[in-house]
């Protein structure tokens, strides 16, 4: 648990999140595109990337239970600089901005909840950026495997090469020693 809320206060908050469901690569923000909610992932699995020279240059990979989206979008209202997109069918509960903002501003559980959950995203950001930087291509894929193996089975290797900025071949023969 990040935070604990009062049953009340949960069940107002969540009474406010609409279920929708996505087909599989379906773009569900554009570049440039301001975030408009904040999803929660029931199931499926999706990717955000940007266009780098024509090539799709995976950010992350977002599966149940997580929540998706931009960011920086979101909380900024800028648009993005990226894309999301689902890789499989998806299905989501979401929340508009405004409502969003409308019961962090009432509810104090919910703002400090939100809190610690963007404080955990940057420490994996961060925790990811420096694997980037420090690890070998050996290194980076060990890691990848440790902490999310499940995506082995669930996404193409062309992305996960793009994800872990590992040439595919590379992948496959890291994939083919496991």
């Given at each position: 648990m990040i935070h604990?809320?009062?049953?009340?206060?949960y069940n107002e908050y969540i009474s406010h999140w609409e279920e929708v469901s996505i087909p599989k690569n379906t773009i569900m923000t554009w570049e440039n595109e301001v975030q408009k909610y904040l999803y929660f992932v029931k199931s499926g699995v999706q990717k955000s990337y940007y266009i780098n020279e024509g090539k799709e240059e995976i950010i992350e990979f977002t599966y149940s239970p997580s929540f998706t989206g931009?960011?920086?979008?979101?909380?900024?209202q800028s648009p993005s600089k990226y894309f999301l997109a689902t890789i499989t069918e998806s299905t989501f509960l979401r929340i508009s901005y405004s409502k969003h903002i409308e019961l962090l501003e009432k509810y104090r559980p919910i703002e400090t909840l939100f809190r610690k959950a963007t404080e955990l995203i940057l420490v994996d950001i961060l925790n990811r950026y420096y694997e980037m930087i420090s690890f070998d291509i050996n290194k980076r894929f060990s890691s990848f495997v440790e902490k999310r193996s499940e995506l082995l089975q669930l996404v193409n290797q062309k992305d996960i090469a793009s994800y872990l900025r590992i040439h595919p071949t590379n992948l496959s023969k890291l994939i083919s020693k496991m």
């Open positions: 604990p809320i009062s049953d009340d206060i931009i960011p920086e979008s979101f909380i900024t």
